[in-house]
């Protein structure tokens, strides 16, 4: 690149598709038009754990309407099973008899409408054996799988490893000692837009309009599974209404939907239920955590331990061991890690904005909280103590690391020195006041992608690539970026996006999406500009005949150099053809030149911020809340947040806000309200709705400030990117756990933290 | 999805006549009255409700929707909806209790919908009773057993439950009414009659299917609260895991009335913890003719809660109830005296 970065990025611009959402124009997955389609219902299992022993169809079949009815009895063996969120084995649907978790789809009904189809599956009579369930810790049942090792390249050394004995070892010898424990409760995303598939068949070719984070992941697997060529499977989802990883990973229903259609020759559509998406999809699974941390007594650490168990199904080992994250954020000499997968007769759990942070960070900053009351110092200053510009597991250097200004940008704002550090001795009225804070951070990570661009002589150019628009305003960073690039205005620039028809693009998961389009938008820029170059200086009718081509850029919707000579896009681009179109691809440093191919095959190979060769790459940030605590009945309420983050070059101030500001809502809502309720016996959901799964409303998050601290790091990627869309989340549990610590003096280490466990 | 048919009623005679069917408010009853909708088109598809047939009572709402102020209390048409009382001046300065309990019930959109009548018939929020894939409900499926006793119970009563359900009483208002010592209009197929609204709502006494003392095709038609100083010096405290559109973990309501610096009145009410609406005399008696010191009202606090047995994880509501109360009461002393004579 041999321009600054800083040119095409951080003026505010508002979402390109905008307009076409708040009036209804965008289309979704379920939205798309197709011809004469069957509707499909499901029928999901009521027991957790045992075997279908029979079904009795005939009331279903007897309404009026009803097409067709899928159970592992007529096509069991038809489609090959999903592998789950890990790349492994995870829990059968219509495959088997095999119930391994409530809500379990265990039959597919099609029918005419909707309605009937609905009706139907109410009319579907299930046989089952049911087998004593286990629903989570303590259950009797589960089985423990000790993953003695937490972290890639940690050595064994007999039962544990040489850094746990290295770690008590220093424990036993600290001054200054904390041994805690933390629980988190199992989550579900609940995106707006429902788990919804609509399969069309033409022939041989099968499209399917599904919500996801990956349509080419999407593509590939539906082929596997069905045994067919992925070149006859084309994945379309245009917008996504919320996704937080609930749509990157293969389905328990796709390959069904298309099945289905496939045996009745017509299209077919499924919108499950709001219900049914606690139980077919994915969600954040349950930890226990351990927690050691010893220091000096001016607060500098000794050593850190962190153990994890997670809750996962039966078959998956899934796990999202964030130790690997929270044993770079301090340096300490020692770290030792751990973590364990807990089966129970549940649904394989999945990724969850910021999957391992938002656990495992709540520990570490809950736990580095109470370490500053032990030490009597300041929270903030124990981190400041703590700093460090090297990773402390690799030595590697950070490629930057504003923690500190973070901290010191969101603590200035917020009139953290106003804060009195005894506990429980701030007050307003008849509400205790909390002052709380934690460090955020979220390693940068990117992967290969392809573009397609052309540009026409009228200076519009297209856009097209298979990335996703999950809310994020993934259209308008790429059309921002493509715009500044070719010198266009951004309304100049058409975007295409969420079709496997176009060029691939990696799974929007792990922050990816703006370090991953930008850069290969910027290639393909790069190129066209060199094209058109190229062919003036060799024109006579060009002002820049003869010129150097590397001194010509494009700006204003012309070719110009810096001696104010110009040609309009309109004579420049016909030079090169009737419109000048370019496919590029990028492949970041650190992976293999197959890393397109294998992108093309669905699998997505990526340069994570957390194992790079030469830096370790994360963003960091900084939160500052206040809580009120009344008195008397312990409610607790958030009237402001400050939160800073430096995360890179900003693309879109006005979108990166968003998703800041989305992610430290997120925040209250993981520390405050969000808990999936499994019925103790039955290891069934309880509050799979949006009345009884709390998440906040408007009024609970009346003031949240968000400060992007400028950061230039000219080490994580050429362009200075890194992705934001889940450093807003990690630390705020903590953050706000910490102020209900210090509004009443009382430290809950069990999430989310309510009212009744403050009386 | 069941298909069910749908008729307008054209006056309370033919509302009552159509409603004949509604039994006594069990699930399974083959009519049901639809005002609002608010809670009977949630349980409907849910499948909690099934009725072959809704009598629509919209019709009515001209003559059952009126806000009536009288020097000797307030009445109200059972029609009328809870965002117009929560609304009206008269209601705000003279009943504040009742203003509250209404401003601070569900949301906007929920609130003009939803009927006075339609509110204190609310079902409860019991995950068991809402998904009728649980086998075990009482409430429902009378004889089936309870759920909850052995189930995730944070929401569920901790005050007159007995092992055949321990389901809470969800609303609001209901609780205002219980200390604004309200009464009930009534009309059936034997003629109207007035009944405090005390006696309306029934223990669940091993039968929680009847949750009402209404008669078959009895309809609500009005409530009336008579106008005190202590409704005029009330206030209703609702503790919730939100800020908004949220059901209360606990709620108190209290009108008071002093003499000088002794509790001359009052009358103490709970939500959010009981199996029905819940008058707590015991609590009230405590406080009668004594000063209002935070020591009498924590007394009084836990008078409210005797009696009260917690399942595990609604133990805590052992210990908020009182807290609550006391809150209520100290909200209400904090109230300047009440303006009206007597």
């Known amino acids: 690149m041999t321009f600054n970065p800083k040119s095409l990025f951080g003026r505010p611009t508002p979402r390109i598709d905008g307009v076409a959402k708040v009036t209804g124009a965008a289309r979704y997955a379920s939205d798309e038009l197709v011809a004469n389609p069957a509707f499909a219902s499901l029928v999901t299992s009521e027991i957790a754990r045992g075997h279908i022993t029979g079904f009795d169809l005939s009331r279903a079949k007897a309404v009026p309407g009803v097409l067709d009815i899928l159970t592992y009895e007529t096509v069991g063996n038809q489609i090959k099973a999903p592998l789950g969120p890990d790349g492994g084995p995870t829990t059968t649907t219509l495959e088997s008899n095999r119930i391994w978790h409530d809500g379990q789809i265990i039959a597919v009904v099609v ?12 009319k579907v009579h299930v046989s089952t054996m049911a087998e004593a369930a286990s629903a989570s810790f303590g259950a009797p049942g589960v089985e423990v799988q000790a993953i003695t090792a937490g972290r890639p390249g940690e050595k064994t050394k007999g039962n544990q490893t040489e850094e746990k004995a290295a770690a008590d070892a220093a424990f036993a010898a600290a001054p200054v ?127 850190m331990f962190h153990e994890g168990w997670e809750v996962s199904s039966r078959p998956s080992s899934y796990k999202v061991a964030g130790v690997e994250a929270t044993s770079r954020l301090y340096a300490a000499p020692v770290i030792a890690t751990a973590v364990n997968v807990v089966h129970a007769d549940r649904a394989t759990p999945g990724f969850m904005r910021a999957p391992a942070e938002v656990p495992y960070v ?94 026409a002589p009228s200076g519009k150019a297209n856009v097209s690539m298979a990335a996703h628009e999950l809310g994020t305003g993934a ?197 405050l309200h969000e808990a999936t309720e499994i019925d103790p016996v039955s290891a069934r959901v309880i509050n799979a709705n949006l009345a009884d799964y709390i998440v906040p409303v408007n009024a609970d998050a009346p003031s949240i400030d968000i400060i992007m601290v400028p950061e230039n790091d000219d080490r994580v990627n050429p362009l200075g990117v890194k992705g934001i869309g889940e ?13 209900v610590f210090h509004a009443t003096g009382k430290r809950i280490r069990e999430l989310p933290v309510r009212a009744e466990k403050l009386l | 999805m069941r298909p069910f048919s749908y008729a307008r009623a054209t006056d309370l005679a033919q509302a009552v ?41 919209g019709p009515l709402r001209p003559k059952l929707s009126s806000i009536t102020p009288s020097a000797e209390g307030l009445h109200l048409g059972a029609l009328a909806k809870m965002a117009h009382v929560a609304a009206h001046p008269v209601v705000q300065a003279d009943y504040p209790a009742l203003a509250q309990s209404l401003q601070l019930a ?132 609702k503790v919730r895991d939100r800020t908004s559109y949220e059901f209360a973990i606990a709620s108190a309501a209290v009108a008071l009335e002093m003499d000088g610096d002794l509790v001359r009145q009052i009358r103490i009410s709970l939500g959010g913890m009981a199996y029905r609406p819940w008058r707590a005399e015991g609590a009230e008696a405590v406080l ?40 209520a009461l100290m909200q209400a002393k904090a109230l300047p005296p009440a303006s009206r004579k007597a």
């Open chain 1, 111 to 122: 029918a005419d409408t909707f309605e009937s189809a609905a009706e139907a599956a109410g």
């Open chain 1, 177 to 303: 000692k904390l041994d805690v424990r933390y629980a988190t409760p199992p989550q579900h995303h609940n995106p707006i837009e429902l788990f919804t598939t609509t399969c069309v068949w033409d022939g041989p070719n099968l499209t399917v309009y599904e919500p996801s984070q990956f349509m080419w992941g999407l593509k590939t697997a539906t082929a596997k599974q069905l045994g067919i060529d992925p070149a006859n499977v084309r994945a379309v989802s245009r917008y996504v209404g919320g996704a937080f990883g609930s749509k990157g990973n293969q389905t328990s229903r796709t390959a069904w939907i298309a099945l289905a259609a496939k045996r009745l020759g017509r299209p077919v559509k499924l919108v499950p239920t709001r219900a049914q998406g606690f139980t077919i999809a994915t969600y954040r699974a349950e930890t226990r955590q351990h927690v050691r941390l010893s220091a000096t007594a001016d607060g500098k650490l000794t050593s």
């Open chain 1, 362 to 455: 709540f520990a570490l900053e809950s736990a580095m909280d109470e370490l500053s009351y032990a030490l009597n110092m300041d929270p903030i200053e124990l981190r400041r103590v703590n700093d460090t510009q090297n990773d402390p597991v690799s030595g590697l250097p950070f490629s930057s690391r504003l923690l500190m200004p973070c901290f010191d940008q969101a603590a200035e704002k917020f009139g953290w020195s106003k804060r009195n550090p005894k506990p429980a001795s701030m007050r307003r009225g008849e509400w205790l006041v909390g002052y709380g804070c934690a460090s955020s951070f979220y390693p940068n990570n990117i992967g290969p992608a392809a573009v397609r661009i052309s540009l």
């Open chain 1, 475 to 671: 259209y308008t960073t790429v059309a921002i970026t493509a715009a500044h690039s070719l010198g266009l205005a951004v309304k100049d620039v058409t975007v295409h996006l969420g079709d496997s028809d176009l060029p691939p693009v990696p799974v929007a998961g792990g922050s990816n999406n703006a370090a991953t389009t930008t850069h290969v938008v910027v290639k393909a820029c790069a190129d066209i500009r060199q094209r058109l170059a190229e062919a003036a200086v060799a024109a006579e009718d060009s002002p820049f005949h003869s010129a150097d081509p590397a001194t010509l850029i494009l700006a204003g919707g012309a070719l110009r150099n810096a001696d104010g000579l110009s040609e309009p896009l309109s004579k420049a681009v016909p030079r090169t053809g009737g419109r000048l179109e370019v496919y590029a691809e990028n492949i970041p440093a650190g992976l293999p030149a197959s890393a397109m191919a294998q992108l093309y095959n669905g699998h997505p190979l990526m340069s994570r911020g957390g194992n790079r060769k030469d830096v370790t790459a994360y963003a960091f940030g900084a939160h500052c809340v206040e809580v009120r605590v009344h008195s008397l009945t312990r409610e607790i309420r958030v009237p402001r947040v400050v939160s800073a983050f430096a995360a890179g070059n900003v693309i879109n101030p006005t979108t990166a806000h968003s998703q800041y500001m989305g992610g430290v809502i997120w925040g209250i809502s993981s520390a």
């Open chain 1, 727 to 739: 450093i807003g989340i990690v630390g705020m549990n903590a953050a706000i756990s910490n102020a």
């Open chain 2, 17 to 57: 006549h159509l409603g004949r069917q509604t039994g006594q408010g069990q699930t399974d009853a083959p009519v049901q009255l639809l005002a609002g909708g608010t809670t009977l088109y949630d349980l409907m598809k849910l499948d909690v409700m099934v009725p072959d047939r809704l009598v629509d009572l």
């Open chain 2, 106 to 237: 569900a949301s906007a959109q929920l609130r003009n919908m939803a009927t006075l009548g339609g509110n204190v018939l609310q079902r409860t929020r019991c995950s068991y009773f809402r998904d009728p894939t649980w086998a075990a409900c009482n409430k429902r499926n009378p004889g089936s057993g309870c759920a909850a006793l052995t189930g995730f119970n944070r929401n569920h009563a901790v005050l007159g439950t007995d092992s055949s359900c321990i389901a809470q009483y969800p609303g609001d208002w209901a609780v205002a009414l219980m200390a604004l010592e309200a009464d009930v209009s009534l009309t059936g197929p034997l003629g109207s009659r007035r009944l405090p609204f005390a006696s309306l709502h029934r223990l669940a006494g091993g039968q929680p299917q009847f949750e009402t003392n209404l008669q078959p095709g009895e309809v609500i038609t009005a409530f009336f609260i008579p106008a005190s100083k202590r409704a005029q010096r009330s206030v209703y405290v």
């Open chain 2, 288 to 327: 009668t003719g004594k000063p209002l010191t935070e020591a009498n009202a924590e007394a009084a606090g836990r008078a409210a809660l005797a009696g009260a047995a917690g399942h595990g994880h609604n133990d805590y509501k052992l210990t908020l109830g009182p807290q609550t109360v006391v809150r």
